[in-house]
């Protein structure tokens, strides 16, 4: 029974939290079959993302800066006329050092860089990746950018709009799981669970779906014959 009101007191918890909770876009991690997961919900993601990473060639580290913001800028503001593409903006890098500077250190790679993930809903073209793919591919390499500002272009990646809010559903899972486990074994050992208070984890299926599971542990121990 202890495991039971456990249960219950998570799903109360969960769905409290998700009552008020905000937009949260993740990304999902690259596909992985080495770690299945007992426990989970397969679903099309909810965007296609492309980043956009913008660099500068000027020397001057103050030079960088501005090209960096304006030319970020002006892609952000060119996107917001398109309606099927949604900005999310990525973090910026700034290092204070010049180009001339940089480049005599050994481990030098890049100066100064900025972030632009560009979004496109897959419930628009019912899951097809590839027209989403093909739509800010298009979109971003119509962008010029001025001065001596260049924009590079990620792979896709498949992105939730806050998978938070999947989490009472995962626990009623987890708790019919275990219940399943128990009727099986015809034991009423001692469960005992870890990491259900882990975030909820998201990682790419295929080329438009993703798992959304909780890592999450679970032992038994049965009553000797």
């Given at each position: 029974?202890?495991?039971i009101?456990?249960l ?5 918890a ?7 909770e ?30 956009v990473t ?54 030098y790679?890049s100066?100064s ?6 979004l ?5 073209n ?6 989403a793919?093909?739509?800010l ?5 119509g ?16 992105v939730?709009?806050?998978p ?5 559903k995962l ?5 019919d799981?275990i219940?399943?486990?128990r ?10 669970l870890?990491?259900l ?11 438009s ?17």
């Open positions: 029974m202890k495991i009101r456990f219950v007191l998570l799903l109360l969960a769905s409290m939290a998700s009552a008020g905000k937009s949260v876009l993740v990304f999902a991690s690259g596909y992985d079959n080495s770690r299945p997961a007992a426990v989970s919900i397969l679903q099309r993601a909810d965007y296609a993302s492309m980043t913008i660099s500068s060639g000027q020397k001057e580290a103050v030079d960088q800066f501005q090209e960096l913001s304006l030319a970020r800028q002006a892609l952000i503001q060119e996107a917001k006329k398109n309606p099927n593409i949604l900005v999310h903006i990525g973090p910026v890098s700034l290092s204070p050092e010049s180009r001339s500077s940089l480049s005599k250190v050994a481990s790679s100066g860089d900025a972030t632009v993930h560009l496109y809903s897959l419930a628009e019912k899951g097809d990746v590839f027209q793919a093909r739509a591919a298009a979109f971003a390499k962008m010029k950018a001025s001065g001596k500002a260049s924009y590079h272009l990620s792979p896709i990646r498949l939730v709009d806050t938070e809010k999947y989490r009472s626990l009623r899972m987890i708790f799981d219940k399943q486990a009727l099986l074994a015809k034991k009423s050992g001692k469960v005992m870890t990491g208070d882990h975030p909820v984890l998201v990682r790419q299926a295929d080329d779906h993703v798992e959304l599971f909780i890592d999450y542990a679970v032992s038994m121990e049965l009553p000797a014959e």
